[in-house]
């Protein structure tokens, strides 16, 4: 069996380019997992952690929105932010957290903004737990 070859790409920089066995990512709307032969789908990317099995271990990276095509055996992932797991740091996730619940929201603008910090921040704590330095 064939392995896939996974990218995660943000506006800076290639941060991933690997093969994997099998790769699990964090939809909008939920969790998909992609083994080699998977049918061709684009999907919108949440806030969470994006797991690759390389056979080696289990690589694990917090990723931040964005897209994801999955074509024969390659994923392209395009996201705003994607950082290792092991670069996480749980208190100033919760910090960040806090910070957020705080800001003021008096539009549907600024709760727009307050309810995506929040979430930023919940997943970010997520995946620093399951993920100890």
Same mark, same amino acid.
Not at 17 to 43: N, R
Not at 55 to 82: C, H, P, Q, W
């Given at each position: 069996?064939?392995?896939?070859?996974?990218?995660?790409?943000?506006?800076?920089?290639?941060?991933?380019?690997?093969?994997?066995?099998?790769?699990?990512?964090?939809?909008?709307?939920? !969790?998909?997992?992609?083994?080699?032969?998977?049918?061709?789908?684009?999907?919108?990317?949440?806030?969470?952690?994006?797991?690759?099995?390389?056979? !080696?271990?289990?690589?694990?990276?917090?990723? !931040?929105?964005?897209?994801?095509?999955?074509?024969?055996?390659?994923?392209?992932?395009?996201?705003?932010?994607?950082?290792?797991?092991?670069?996480?740091?749980?208190?100033?996730?919760?910090?960040?957290?806090?910070?957020?619940?705080?800001?003021?929201?008096?539009?549907?603008?600024?709760?727009?903004?307050?309810?995506?910090?929040?979430?930023?921040?919940?997943?970010?704590?997520?995946?620093?737990?399951?993920?100890?330095?």
């Amino acid at each position: 069996m064939s392995d896939l070859q996974c990218i995660v790409v943000t506006p800076e920089k290639t941060v991933v380019s690997k093969e994997a066995h099998f790769v699990a990512l964090p939809l909008f709307d939920g !969790e998909v997992g992609v083994a080699p032969g998977h049918s061709p789908m684009i999907g919108r990317l949440g806030c969470g952690e994006l797991r690759l099995d390389t056979g !080696e271990g289990i690589d694990r990276y917090y990723i !931040e929105g964005g897209f994801v095509e999955v074509m024969g055996d390659k994923i392209s992932l395009l996201t705003n932010r994607a950082v290792p797991a092991t670069e996480l740091d749980e208190l100033a996730a919760r910090e960040a957290l806090e910070a957020a619940r705080e800001k003021p929201a008096h539009s549907p603008e600024t709760m727009a903004i307050r309810d995506r910090a929040v979430t930023q921040a919940r997943a970010q704590i997520q995946v620093a737990k399951r993920n100890p330095k």
